[in-house]
């Protein structure tokens, strides 16, 4: 360990276990320092980052780790930006919290925080999705709000996520200040644990039915699931909070075949059946396939802990259960949408779409198709909240998604709803069943009147110290040694978000009208997109890729579909991540 840094983290660790501590945890502290000197400085060497959208960390002890104390300084920062903001007035603000190990316990801590600071707290009963805060925030007129998540990290991370009063995840200015009212905050001295439990309503019921009646108005065909209500769907939330609120919006929407694997109905932070509750890696889908296998189901739908993001399986033309990625899901969803929209008549021109810089261009072309306009912005979903607060009351807002299982329609939820998203896939199937397709044909009849999009996404994992050391040499040799050639196509334009700039091989330059972001872009002269980027709130940089052909006979698509994947091979050998 390098010198200086041992002696931080001794330093640091001496606090801990000198200072105001639980017994408890001065006796881990202890057991750091005489058992494990790595563990001890990656739980010292720096203080757990309060980022642009909060923080997100492994449970444990230390400065560098998520746990009452680290919450309760976010907490007081927090406390200390809002009535700063909202002088002399009556403020609230809603938690809530996922199925996670010592949810509860954050979500709690930071309520008697808020109340000691005068600041009235709308807390959920018990675990709740993601949107349903978001939705509580503007119901009950809240100036902030949190959720306690990781949202589908593996099991030992937690996290603490902070929404502003537009119900949307904060952005600037307010996540630079409230950054640097968290940094103000050097000691827990500072913040004030005793809260004042009569400032502390516990919600509920009431706020599930009334959010459930929004997301059933969104229904555009409620005859067709009348007609296909008997398709069979196979849902699981892989233990989290979509447990409750998925089956009941798809029952109460008019489907009569709704199974669920027990065993993953049961809420366990520990996440027992799978290595990791993420929609997005085939395993986490495993359970509800076979299950799906057994039912002879058409429809495979599975949400991560906090609810927010969706994955699915479907059948192929083989009746084999495959499962889409991201873009599919979101290709499908938009296009029944903005198809539905258009053959009810109400789409008047002022309609919109918003997509991240990464997610598949073809939701710009099925965009065009309907006259609809669409927006581009960062990765994020908080951007594709803020579009919508910008437009309020100007244009409408139809739907909005990235490529990372997230998605949203309706205007009365500003963040990824994957409650939402389960109901409306669900809707969008039975519409395909009632003109005599699956949704994989469905995909399939998309490529061939747009093009054959392909998306892949490779995300290397780089922990600790070194591991964001890693990260950003990697990101500082793309930048200052672009790629010419990609797949032997030439590298015609690139787009670096940090410095704000569209640069052409010509030697034009273009500004980009985004907020700064670590990203990098490469689009090649065949049409191919790639994109480089840390993830915000794991410890990976993500390469994103995106390659298109034209496909004119459905016949063709195993021979296109290779194409594209060699395409997407040969460029992952030119950028020697393969």
Excluded at 44 to 71: A, C, H, P, Q, S
């Amino acid at each position: 360990m390098n010198a200086n840094i041992k002696d931080t983290v001794i330093q640091k660790a001496n606090i801990w276990l000198n200072g105001n501590f639980d017994p408890e945890t001065k006796i881990q502290v202890q057991k750091l320092i005489d058992e494990n000197e790595e563990e001890l400085t990656e739980s010292f060497y720096k203080d757990l980052e309060f980022g642009t959208g909060g923080l997100r960390g492994i449970m444990g002890v230390g400065t560098n780790r998520m746990n009452i104390y680290t919450v309760g300084m976010a907490t007081q920062g927090l406390c200390n930006y809002i009535l700063n903001q909202f002088p002399n007035k009556a403020v609230s603000i809603a938690i809530a919290h996922d199925c996670r190990n010592n949810s509860r316990l954050f979500a709690e801590t930071a309520a008697k925080i808020f109340t000691a600071n005068n600041i009235k707290v709308y807390l959920f009963e018990d675990l709740r999705p993601t949107p349903e805060l978001s939705f509580a925030i503007r119901h009950f007129g809240c100036k902030s709000g949190i959720v306690i998540t990781a949202s589908h990290n593996p099991k030992e991370y937690n996290g603490y996520k902070v929404y502003w009063e537009d119900g949307g995840q904060i952005i600037a200015p307010h996540d630079k200040n409230i950054i640097a009212e968290v940094q103000k905050i050097k000691s827990i001295a500072e913040v004030k644990y005793e809260g004042d439990e009569k400032q502390i309503q516990i919600i509920g019921d009431k706020i599930d039915k009334i959010y459930l009646e929004k997301i059933s108005a969104l229904s555009l065909n409620p005859k067709i699931i009348n007609n296909q209500k008997n398709i069979k769907i196979v849902y699981t939330p892989i233990h989290g909070t979509g447990v409750k609120l998925v089956p009941a919006i798809l029952h109460k929407i008019g489907f009569k075949n709704v199974f669920t694997v027990p065993e993953q109905m049961i809420v366990n932070g520990n996440f027992p059946t799978v290595h990791s509750p993420n929609p997005e890696e085939p395993a986490a889908l495993k359970m509800a396939i076979e299950k799906a296998k057994k039912e002879n189901a058409d429809l495979v739908m599975a949400t991560d802990p906090d609810a927010d993001r969706v994955g699915i399986a479907v059948r192929n033309d083989k009746n084999k259960l495959i499962l889409l990625n991201g873009n599919q899901t979101g290709t499908l969803l938009f296009y029944y949408l903005l198809n539905s929209w258009n053959e009810k008549g109400k789409l008047k021109g002022n309609e919109y779409i918003v997509k991240t810089i990464v997610t598949t261009e073809l939701l710009i072309d099925i965009a065009n198709k309907f006259g609809v306009k669409h927006y581009d912005v960062l990765t994020g979903f908080k951007y594709i909240a803020d579009i919508m607060k910008q437009q309020e009351d100007k244009t409408t807002f139809i739907a909005g998604g990235e490529e990372s299982y997230g998605y949203l329609a309706g205007n009365f939820v500003r963040d990824k709803d994957a409650v939402m998203a389960c109901a409306l896939i669900a809707e969008t199937a039975a519409w395909a069943k009632e003109n005599g397709k699956t949704l994989y044909e469905l995909l399939i009849d998309i490529y061939l009147e747009f093009g054959f999009y392909k998306e892949s996404l490779i995300s290397i994992v780089k922990k600790g110290k070194s591991g964001s050391e890693e990260i950003k040499k990697i990101m500082d040799k793309f930048r200052k040694n672009p790629p010419q050639t990609l797949n032997n196509s030439e590298v015609v334009l690139i787009k670096d978000y940090q410095l704000s700039l569209a640069k052409s091989n010509s030697g034009q330059e273009n500004k980009i009208d985004l907020p700064k972001s670590n990203v990098l872009q490469f689009i090649t002269a065949d049409g191919s997109k790639i994109s480089i980027r840390p993830s915000g709130t794991e410890p990976k940089i993500k390469f994103y890729f995106g390659v298109k052909e034209d496909l004119n006979d459905k016949e063709d698509f195993e021979l296109i579909n290779s194409k594209l994947e060699n395409k997407i091979k040969n460029i992952q050998k030119d950028l020697e991540i393969a």
